[in-house]
């Protein structure tokens, strides 16, 4: 059993910068691949970016990428999505997951865990 914890959402302004963490418990936790989705408000819930299960591979939307970071540190088993050049279109919530099986990076049936969700609100 894995719990995720999410932390880091905020209000910014457009333009500006937040870094998400989250902290999962286990003993696994370098075994799981890691993702980040998010969902707007009337929106479903989308695929942002992920880590592979070895963590060798990243992956990120296409709306996201190199604004985006996503990092791993397994030392302290938290997952990181470093977010820069923040646009009012990135409002939402955001949701880290955690899956221990194969399975799709961007496909959100795929993971086994979720966290509650931080909020991230980009003004213009």
């Known amino acids: 059993q894995v719990q995720l914890v999410e932390s880091g959402g905020g209000l910014v302004q457009a333009g500006g910068s937040l870094r998400l963490s989250c902290a999962a418990s286990?003993?696994?936790?370098?075994?799981?691949?890691m993702a980040w989705f998010r969902q707007a408000p009337g929106k479903e819930r989308e695929f942002v970016a992920a880590?592979?299960?070895?963590?060798?591979?990243?992956y990120y939307t296409d709306s996201v990428k190199g604004r985006f970071t996503i990092s791993r540190d397994n030392a302290k088993n938290t997952v990181y999505l470093q977010m820069n050049s923040l646009k009012p279109e990135d409002t939402a919530v955001y949701y880290c997951?955690?899956?221990?099986?194969?399975?799709?990076?961007?496909?959100?049936?795929?993971?086994?865990?979720w966290g509650q969700g931080t909020q991230v609100t980009v003004s213009s």
């Open positions: 286990g003993r696994t936790f370098s075994s799981y691949a």
């Open positions: 997951a955690a899956r221990s099986k194969p399975g799709t990076y961007y496909y959100m049936d795929d993971y086994d865990y």
């Open positions: 880590f592979s299960r070895g963590g060798s591979a990243t």
